[in-house]
């Protein structure tokens, strides 16, 4: 029943308390009925007086009080189970999109994340809150009624025996039926708050475009597609409900019926079992009840569950680092060793072979989807080659340390990410303490900051990023520049800007970059022929594959490919 099975496990200490509270629970029940039955034994037939009694009503409302507790102390465990349950599913879930950043942000929707990370958790919720205290206490009681039942009146014993399995045979029924239903449920929800997310992230694309009224009406569609599955869902479950009262009405109907003929026609039983029967099977078949309703509440979470595990299992992509200590004296050299990658069926890096020196500046050139930044995030560290070995000095990249590596690294994409702080705070990247506020600047000066720092009603301690002022993608790549320049890294990784700079911000960039490439090796994704005619190695890439590689006189010389590239209006690449 639970998919999840494997992967997050109840610890065994909260199932014996789970198990300990039924326990108590059930001897509540069973002792408040035997007291009430025993008091009205005493009174209306022993004629016994009233203080004799006193005794018993106190014990009888002890029980009450303690029936209460357990139900309390239930509900309470079952909360405190699913919390810590929903947290370790959620840092699972966190854990594995923060290993595979790349794969994970760019493929699927993100409203569709989200929506496992929040939803799909929450849904699990029923199934350790309810579900799974209630079939502990709802296995536990009904035995312990069973053991009464039989001690005091073997019929009733029976008929309770026969009875009970109809009730979980009726709801493994409807369970099956439901779970197609849950499953479609959930599958809309997702879908729906996919739909939703991603529309609201294109708005503006949308508009430009002329299709928001057709999103609109998409996301009408889906929403009714939710509320129809909803409904489906919600009649099962009542009628469900109405059957299993029924049942348990039938079954202590029955009880009743045998009890009171052979207490008056055959008189071939006492009052005092006769009644206590009485008592117990409505408890009985209460428990049995639960059960069926807690099974539903289970049931729902199962098709949750399944999107859980389906996420936590789907393919991953890890990056493997290792122990050792990069040494710091100078850029290392880099090589890709017959290097293969790929985002699955869509595309295919195949056998790349780079060396690259150190202090060389290097360019990646080729069409759009040729496969550059996909080589950038590769040399970077960011993926792991599929086949093959990027080599750091010789050693494999994942001998060394993640946090050795990625200090002598910046890799500047082509949408820095920026987080909601000051603009100091987002060129210093939480690193405060070390930098100090006129490093901070001089960096944000070099990267050609200064003038948009003028113009910002606080200067450096502008809010940015998310909930605060918007950069252009140019602003951010200085943003990230001016990182670089506080880091002072011996690899730049940069991944150029396709289009859109004005020519100011072109010689800003290219004077930020060859100022912090003097002191480290520098790989540029280029797009601009005066960034390729100097470097000492260009690679040519082509639909994933390394077609060329050589300075640029030597490609002018012999690549009719990269003629054409560079013959285009100044660029060399579309
Ligand atoms: P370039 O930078 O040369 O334009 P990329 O390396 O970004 O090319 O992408 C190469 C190909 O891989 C493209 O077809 C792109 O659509 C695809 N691609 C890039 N990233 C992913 C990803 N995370 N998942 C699936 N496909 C991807
Ligand atoms: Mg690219």
Do not use: C
């Not at 206490?137 to 039942?149: K, W």
């Amino acid at each position: 029943m639970n998919p999840l099975k494997g992967i997050i496990s109840v610890p065994r200490r909260t199932m014996v308390a789970f198990a300990l509270v039924a326990v108590l629970m059930g001897l509540a029940i069973v002792g408040q009925s035997y007291l009430i039955v025993d008091i009205v034994d005493r009174i209306f037939l022993k004629e016994a007086d009233f203080k004799s009694i006193l005794p018993m009503m106190w014990l009888l409302l002890g029980l009450l009080l303690l029936r209460v507790a357990t139900t309390y102390w239930n509900g309470r465990l079952g909360a405190k189970t699913a919390a810590d349950i929903k947290q370790e599913l959620r840092e699972k879930l966190l854990a594995k999109y923060t290993r595979t950043p790349v794969a994970s942000a760019i493929s699927g929707q993100s409203g569709e994340k989200v929506s496992v990370l929040l939803d799909a958790v929450d849904e699990m919720d029923s199934y350790y809150s309810q579900y799974l205290p209630k079939v502990v206490q709802t296995t536990i009681v009904p035995l312990m009624v069973l053991v009464v039942a039989f001690s005091y009146d073997l019929y009733t014993g029976l008929i309770m025996m026969i009875t009970a399995p109809f009730i979980p045979l009726f709801y493994i029924i409807i369970g099956i039926m439901t779970q197609k239903r849950a499953d479609a449920q959930l599958e809309k929800m997702t879908a729906f708050s996919g739909k939703f997310l991603d529309t609201l992230q294109g708005i503006t694309t949308l508009k430009l475009f002329g299709r928001a009224r057709r999103e609109e009406q998409a996301i009408e569609a889906s929403s009714h597609a939710f509320r129809d599955a909803t409904l489906a869902v919600l009649k099962i479950a009542f009628l469900s409900s109405l059957m299993l009262e029924f049942i348990s009405m039938l079954s202590m109907g029955l009880i009743a019926l045998e009890v009171s003929l052979r207490l008056i026609l055959f008189q071939s039983i006492t009052f005092f079992p006769a009644f206590l029967m009485l008592v117990i099977a409505p408890e009985y078949y209460l428990a049995l009840k639960e059960m069926g309703a807690a099974f539903h509440t289970g049931r729902g979470s199962v098709a949750a569950a399944k999107r859980i595990a389906s996420e936590l299992s789907a393919e991953e992509r890890t990056v493997a680092f290792g122990k050792l200590e990069l040494e710091a004296d100078g850029p290392p050299e880099i090589r890709l060793d017959d290097v293969s990658f790929t985002y699955g069926e869509s595309f295919a890096l195949r056998d790349i072979e780079m060396k690259i020196r150190p202090y060389e500046k290097v360019a990646l050139i080729g069409k759009s989807g040729a496969g550059k930044s996909t080589v950038l995030q590769l040399l970077a560290g960011l993926a792991d080659p599929l086949s093959g070995e990027v080599r750091i000095d010789g050693r494999k990249r994942h001998d060394y340390a993640e946090a050795s590596w990625f200090k002598r690294l910046s890799y500047i994409s082509q949408h820095p990410y920026l987080y909601a702080g000051t603009l100091a705070d987002n060129i210093a990247i939480g690193d405060l303490r070390t930098s100090s506020r006129a490093e901070i600047e001089e960096a944000g000066r070099r990267a050609g900051l200064a003038e948009l720092a003028s113009t910002l009603p606080e200067g450096y301690d502008t809010l940015i990023g998310e909930g605060g002022r918007g950069l252009s993608g140019g602003e951010k790549q200085r943003v990230a520049l001016a990182r670089a320049f506080l880091k002072q890294p011996d690899i730049i990784l940069f991944d150029e800007p396709t289009t859109g700079l004005d020519v100011r911000t072109e010689r800003l960039l290219r004077e930020a970059m060859e100022e912090l490439g003097r002191r480290a090796t520098v790989v540029t994704v280029a797009h601009r022929l005066h960034t390729v005619r100097k470097v000492d190695q260009i690679f040519l890439l082509d639909a994933g594959s390394l077609i060329d590689a050589g300075t640029h006189e030597e490609l002018l010389g012999r690549s009719e490919a990269y003629r054409e590239m560079t013959k285009v209006g100044g660029g060399v690449a579309k």
